[in-house]
C-alpha cells in the first residue's frame, strides 16, 4: 500500500534533488527515473563527471526532498 504512495511522490520528484536512506546507505543526488520499482539516483563525482546508483523501492527507508 505504502509502496504505491512513494512511487507516486517519487514520480512527481524526478528533477528534484533528494536524500535516499536504506538500512546500509544515505545517497544524495538527482533523482532521474522510476522504472521496474527502481530509483535511479544520478551523484555528482569529482571533476565534472557522474555515477550512477539504482536503489530498489522496497530497500528505501525515508527520502527527503533537498
Request: hydrophobic fraction near 40%.
Amino acid at each position: 500500500m505504502y509502496e504505491k504512495q512513494l512511487i507516486d511522490e517519487l514520480l512527481r520528484q524526478v528533477g528534484s534533488d533528494i536524500e535516499v536512506s536504506t538500512d546500509t546507505v544515505e545517497v544524495e543526488g538527482l533523482l532521474e527515473e522510476i522504472n521496474s520499482n527502481i530509483v535511479t539516483l544520478v551523484e555528482p563525482l569529482e571533476y565534472g563527471s557522474r555515477g550512477y546508483r539504482y536503489i530498489p523501492i522496497e530497500a528505501i527507508n525515508f527520502i527527503r526532498v533537498l
